[in-house]
Protein backbone atom coordinates (compact mmCIF):
# COMPACT_ATOMS: atom_id res chain seq x y z
CA UNK A 1 0.00 0.00 0.00
CA UNK A 2 1.32 3.56 -0.92
CA UNK A 3 1.92 5.34 2.58
CA UNK A 4 3.64 7.65 4.44
CA UNK A 5 4.79 6.86 7.32
CA UNK A 6 5.31 8.83 10.42
CA UNK A 7 7.18 7.62 13.93
CA UNK A 8 6.49 8.06 16.51
CA UNK A 9 2.42 8.61 16.49
CA UNK A 10 2.40 10.20 19.97
CA UNK A 11 5.82 11.67 22.18
CA UNK A 12 5.88 13.03 25.47
CA UNK A 13 9.00 14.65 26.13
CA UNK A 14 11.08 17.08 28.35
CA UNK A 15 12.19 20.13 27.56
CA UNK A 16 15.87 20.08 26.24
CA UNK A 17 15.80 16.25 25.52
CA UNK A 18 16.56 15.87 21.36
CA UNK A 19 14.29 13.82 19.67
CA UNK A 20 13.70 12.74 15.91
CA UNK A 21 10.52 12.10 14.36
CA UNK A 22 10.82 9.69 11.55
CA UNK A 23 8.94 9.91 8.33
CA UNK A 24 9.27 7.62 5.30
CA UNK A 25 7.42 6.75 2.08
CA UNK A 26 7.37 3.98 -0.07
CA UNK A 27 6.19 5.88 -3.20
CA UNK A 28 9.38 6.85 -4.78
CA UNK A 29 8.59 10.38 -4.18
CA UNK A 30 11.23 13.07 -4.84
CA UNK A 31 9.36 15.88 -3.06
CA UNK A 32 8.87 15.20 0.88
CA UNK A 33 7.83 18.57 3.60
CA UNK A 34 7.18 18.76 7.07
CA UNK A 35 4.13 20.79 8.26
CA UNK A 36 3.00 21.22 11.93
CA UNK A 37 -0.58 21.87 12.82
CA UNK A 38 -1.72 24.15 15.73
CA UNK A 39 -5.17 25.55 16.78
CA UNK A 40 -6.36 28.93 15.11
CA UNK A 41 -3.17 28.82 13.19
CA UNK A 42 -3.91 25.95 10.46
CA UNK A 43 -0.50 24.29 9.24
CA UNK A 44 2.13 26.08 8.35
CA UNK A 45 5.40 24.22 6.33
CA UNK A 46 8.29 23.66 8.43
CA UNK A 47 11.47 22.26 5.72
CA UNK A 48 11.19 20.76 2.28
CA UNK A 49 12.55 18.69 0.67
CA UNK A 50 13.28 18.27 -3.76
CA UNK A 51 15.19 15.89 -3.72
CA UNK A 52 18.09 13.41 -2.16
CA UNK A 53 20.28 16.46 -0.60
CA UNK A 54 18.14 18.80 -1.23
CA UNK A 55 16.51 20.12 1.38
CA UNK A 56 14.91 24.34 2.38
CA UNK A 57 13.49 26.28 5.17
CA UNK A 58 9.51 26.69 5.00
CA UNK A 59 7.56 29.39 6.49
CA UNK A 60 8.51 27.88 10.73
CA UNK A 61 11.85 26.32 10.62
CA UNK A 62 13.87 27.77 13.96
CA UNK A 63 14.32 24.99 16.25
CA UNK A 64 14.14 22.54 13.49
CA UNK A 65 16.45 20.61 11.83
CA UNK A 66 15.92 17.99 8.80
CA UNK A 67 18.12 15.80 6.63
CA UNK A 68 17.43 14.01 3.33
CA UNK A 69 20.25 11.60 3.02
CA UNK A 70 17.95 8.81 1.00
CA UNK A 71 14.92 9.26 -1.15
CA UNK A 72 12.65 7.83 1.20
CA UNK A 73 13.20 9.30 4.09
CA UNK A 74 12.53 12.79 5.83
CA UNK A 75 13.64 12.75 9.66
CA UNK A 76 12.28 15.93 11.85
CA UNK A 77 14.97 16.51 14.37
CA UNK A 78 14.39 18.56 17.28
CA UNK A 79 17.95 19.52 19.01
CA UNK A 80 16.37 21.27 21.82
CA UNK A 81 12.69 20.97 22.09
CA UNK A 82 10.82 23.78 24.16
CA UNK A 83 7.34 23.97 24.99
CA UNK A 84 6.17 26.43 22.36
CA UNK A 85 7.19 22.89 20.17
CA UNK A 86 4.13 21.24 21.27
CA UNK A 87 2.11 20.42 18.36
CA UNK A 88 1.09 17.56 15.45
CA UNK A 89 3.39 17.06 13.08
CA UNK A 90 2.58 15.93 9.44
CA UNK A 91 5.01 14.94 6.86
CA UNK A 92 3.85 14.77 3.20
CA UNK A 93 5.95 13.29 -0.50
CA UNK A 94 4.64 14.32 -3.88
CA UNK A 95 6.17 12.58 -6.89
CA UNK A 96 5.89 16.16 -8.50
CA UNK A 97 5.30 18.37 -5.30
CA UNK A 98 3.10 21.21 -4.45
CA UNK A 99 2.10 21.56 -8.12
CA UNK A 100 0.42 18.17 -8.04
CA UNK A 101 -0.63 17.35 -4.40
CA UNK A 102 0.99 15.99 -1.16
CA UNK A 103 0.14 12.34 0.41
CA UNK A 104 -0.01 13.18 4.02
CA UNK A 105 1.44 11.03 7.14
CA UNK A 106 -1.13 10.26 10.02
CA UNK A 107 0.96 12.54 12.54
CA UNK A 108 2.65 12.61 15.15
CA UNK A 109 1.32 14.33 18.29
CA UNK A 110 4.09 15.76 20.32
CA UNK A 111 4.16 17.10 23.65
CA UNK A 112 7.36 19.24 25.53
CA UNK A 113 7.21 19.60 29.06
CA UNK B 1 1.85 32.98 6.08
CA UNK B 2 -1.67 32.63 5.84
CA UNK B 3 -2.79 32.68 2.06
CA UNK B 4 -6.04 30.80 2.09
CA UNK B 5 -9.14 31.75 4.38
CA UNK B 6 -12.13 29.20 4.49
CA UNK B 7 -15.52 30.12 5.12
CA UNK B 8 -17.34 29.37 7.15
CA UNK B 9 -15.55 28.01 9.86
CA UNK B 10 -18.18 25.36 10.92
CA UNK B 11 -21.06 24.16 8.93
CA UNK B 12 -23.57 21.72 10.29
CA UNK B 13 -25.84 20.71 7.73
CA UNK B 14 -28.28 16.69 8.08
CA UNK B 15 -27.29 13.88 5.81
CA UNK B 16 -28.41 14.06 2.04
CA UNK B 17 -28.35 17.92 1.89
CA UNK B 18 -24.84 19.43 0.00
CA UNK B 19 -22.19 21.15 1.90
CA UNK B 20 -20.61 24.11 0.26
CA UNK B 21 -17.32 25.60 1.62
CA UNK B 22 -15.44 28.99 0.30
CA UNK B 23 -12.33 29.62 0.06
CA UNK B 24 -10.44 32.84 -0.66
CA UNK B 25 -6.69 33.93 -1.17
CA UNK B 26 -4.18 36.97 -1.99
CA UNK B 27 -1.86 35.88 -4.32
CA UNK B 28 -1.89 34.48 -7.73
CA UNK B 29 -1.70 31.02 -7.60
CA UNK B 30 -0.38 27.91 -9.83
CA UNK B 31 -3.27 25.89 -8.54
CA UNK B 32 -5.49 25.48 -5.53
CA UNK B 33 -5.82 21.83 -3.56
CA UNK B 34 -8.60 20.65 -1.21
CA UNK B 35 -7.72 18.22 1.22
CA UNK B 36 -9.71 16.29 4.25
CA UNK B 37 -9.15 15.91 7.74
CA UNK B 38 -10.61 13.50 9.76
CA UNK B 39 -10.17 14.50 13.59
CA UNK B 40 -6.34 14.38 14.47
CA UNK B 41 -5.90 12.22 11.53
CA UNK B 42 -3.62 13.12 8.04
CA UNK B 43 -4.91 15.08 5.19
CA UNK B 44 -5.88 13.72 2.29
CA UNK B 45 -6.11 15.02 -0.75
CA UNK B 46 -9.31 15.38 -2.71
CA UNK B 47 -8.75 17.40 -5.83
CA UNK B 48 -6.82 19.81 -7.57
CA UNK B 49 -7.87 22.84 -10.12
CA UNK B 50 -5.45 24.44 -11.40
CA UNK B 51 -5.19 28.41 -12.51
CA UNK B 52 -6.76 28.24 -16.01
CA UNK B 53 -9.22 26.14 -14.75
CA UNK B 54 -13.13 27.40 -13.36
CA UNK B 55 -14.50 23.77 -12.58
CA UNK B 56 -13.65 20.37 -11.69
CA UNK B 57 -15.23 17.45 -10.59
CA UNK B 58 -14.69 14.23 -8.74
CA UNK B 59 -17.04 11.88 -7.20
CA UNK B 60 -19.46 14.31 -5.53
CA UNK B 61 -17.12 16.89 -5.30
CA UNK B 62 -17.33 19.68 -7.41
CA UNK B 63 -14.28 22.79 -6.96
CA UNK B 64 -14.74 25.86 -8.87
CA UNK B 65 -11.75 28.42 -8.95
CA UNK B 66 -12.65 32.50 -9.76
CA UNK B 67 -9.32 33.35 -10.39
CA UNK B 68 -10.49 37.90 -10.92
CA UNK B 69 -12.28 36.64 -7.43
CA UNK B 70 -9.40 35.13 -5.94
CA UNK B 71 -11.49 32.54 -4.41
CA UNK B 72 -12.72 29.06 -4.74
CA UNK B 73 -15.62 26.74 -3.56
CA UNK B 74 -15.82 23.17 -2.46
CA UNK B 75 -19.56 21.47 -3.05
CA UNK B 76 -20.19 18.37 -1.54
CA UNK B 77 -23.57 16.30 -3.00
CA UNK B 78 -25.78 14.28 -0.88
CA UNK B 79 -23.75 14.28 1.92
CA UNK B 80 -23.31 11.78 4.26
CA UNK B 81 -22.18 10.78 7.59
CA UNK B 82 -18.87 9.70 6.48
CA UNK B 83 -18.32 13.07 5.43
CA UNK B 84 -17.94 14.70 8.57
CA UNK B 85 -14.21 16.29 8.90
CA UNK B 86 -12.25 19.58 8.33
CA UNK B 87 -11.97 20.73 4.85
CA UNK B 88 -8.97 22.63 3.97
CA UNK B 89 -7.64 24.74 0.59
CA UNK B 90 -4.14 25.02 0.00
CA UNK B 91 -2.69 27.05 -2.82
CA UNK B 92 0.67 26.62 -5.16
CA UNK B 93 1.96 30.12 -5.24
CA UNK B 94 5.38 28.89 -6.13
CA UNK B 95 7.03 28.59 -9.72
CA UNK B 96 9.54 26.63 -8.26
CA UNK B 97 9.72 26.16 -4.99
CA UNK B 98 7.57 23.77 -2.99
CA UNK B 99 4.99 26.35 -1.09
CA UNK B 100 1.42 24.69 -0.26
CA UNK B 101 -0.19 27.33 1.92
CA UNK B 102 -3.35 26.11 3.89
CA UNK B 103 -5.91 27.79 5.46
CA UNK B 104 -7.53 27.57 8.37
CA UNK B 105 -10.29 24.80 7.19
CA UNK B 106 -14.05 24.46 7.68
CA UNK B 107 -15.32 21.88 10.10
CA UNK B 108 -18.16 20.29 8.48
CA UNK B 109 -20.51 17.78 10.62
CA UNK B 110 -23.39 15.77 8.97
CA UNK B 111 -25.73 15.24 11.42
CA UNK B 112 -28.07 11.85 10.35
Known amino acids: EAQVTQNPRYLITVTGKKLTVTCSQN?????MSWYRQDPGLGLRQIYY???????DKGDVPEGYKVSRKEKRNFPLILESPSPNQTSLYFC????????????FGSGTRLTVV | SQQGEEDPQALSIQEGENATMNCSYK?????LQWYRQNSGRGLVHLIL?????REKHSGRLRVTLDTSKKSSSLLITASRAADTASYFC????????????FGQGTRLTINP
Open chain 1, 92 to 103: ASSSRGAHYGYT
Open chain 1, 27 to 31: MNHEY
Open chain 1, 49 to 55: SMNVEVT
Open chain 2, 27 to 31: TSINN
Open chain 2, 49 to 53: IRSNE
Open chain 2, 90 to 101: ATDTSWGAQKLV
